[in-house]
């Protein structure tokens, strides 16, 4: 059975009242990362993608350079401190932010902007390559495996020409960044409440007349005013026939009287943490009972799943109660439901391991454990006229799993009616 947790939810530090331990926290994201390092047999490790590179370094970076791999990158390497190649003279910033990283390991990044600077790609690759070898001689490393969590043609070629030797580095740091520690889990805890606080502002507000984008701007609005949210990726609200199959998407489409609306809070990131929680309205009139019914079944199939999910379990428990794509919406295949019936983890990113689907679970089995964070959703609906979602957020405690989302879901939400 789930638990309900307990979380002091203070967004800014006291003298009063122990709260996240910021150090200790980046203590323990390094150290995992290091310890996956030498788990996976690697010498140095370099991160080209924002979850990772926050992961090691704890330092943020702009929304247009997170998309952008390349633009900044980080390398590990065995015995030494994390080197941050930031995009130009940003680093400057780093030095007077974050005094937890060596003010000489703060450099500038040398990018190819995934091939935007057509021919002198060359260029800035041999420049790139050159750093990274740099930094694997200072540490003895430069005959060990470097892992990588992304290549392309251009680093395979220069890496190659230069005798670096390059393995999967996505591996290790998805293991690292699976097992949260307490404060990691306190974020959790927070972004959630953060996110039942907007969906409670969203049932306040959200009337018939209005289109699909103005709830998302409402929304925007409501968590760009809290402090320590940094980025806002998607509120995703489907209405009418937009929310079956579920356009994941927000449109000008007006909302109307009996309207079924599906609304999430995808990746709201706080301090870097992010989150995922569906809800599902009725808006300006009652459900009918059918979709009261397929609701009912949405709402099943989700806490049939979180009834199976504790430490020692593993993703084929909560997957092997859902029923086939096939047996659910006549697909025929199981990527034809992809993320219909679904679980992923939650962390620096918006899929932390376990992911949880009846396409990779059932023969890939991944084993629960405490530490993890991870959402799970489920949906049903009649094609182009209208569907439901639902979905909750959990950390998983010792004892088994803790529902951090805590807005209602037992019953489709009904707002402004007359």
Known sequence: MAIRGTSNFGL???????????????????NRARAEMEKAGLGSMLVMYDE???????????????????????????????VLFE?????????????????????HAYSWIKGAVGP????????????IREEMERHGVQNDPLGVDMIDLNMINSFNTTGIEWKDGMTP????????????LEAMRIVAAICDGCHTAIAHYMRAGMQEHEITAFAMDYLYSIPGIEDVEDIIVSSGPNSWPNWRNFSDRIIQPGDLVIIDMAAVTWNGYKSCQYRTYCVGKQPTQEQKDY?????????????MVKPGATTADVAGVWPSAQEAWGYEEEDQAAANLWGHGLGLAQYDSPVISRIYSLDHPVQIEPGMSFALETQHGKPLEWGVRVEEMM?????????????????????GTI
């Open 12 to 30: 800014v530090g006291t003298d009063w009242q122990q709260r996240i331990n910021w150090d200790r926290l980046r203590t323990y994201r390094l």
């Open 395 to 415: 950390v998983i405690n010792e004892d088994g799993p803790e529902i951090t989302t805590q807005f209602p879901i037992e019953e489709i939400t009904v707002v």
């Open 87 to 107: 995009q130009g003279d940003i680093g400057m910033q780093i030095n007077r932010h974050c005094p937890w990283l060596p003010k000489e390991n703060v450099r």
């Open 173 to 184: 740091m998805v293991a690292a960044r699976a097992i949260k520690n307490e404060d990691e």
């Open 52 to 82: 990772n590179n926050r992961y090691i370094t704890s330092t943020i970076t702009p929304g247009w350079c997170r998309l952008k791999p390349g633009l900044r990158y980080a390398l590990l390497c065995r015995g030494g401190e994390p």
């Open 295 to 307: 609701y009912k079944i949405a709402y099943e199939w989700l806490y049939d799943a979180i009834e």
């Open 120 to 131: 002198a790609a060359d260029q800035q690759v041999t420049k790139f390559t050159n750093a």
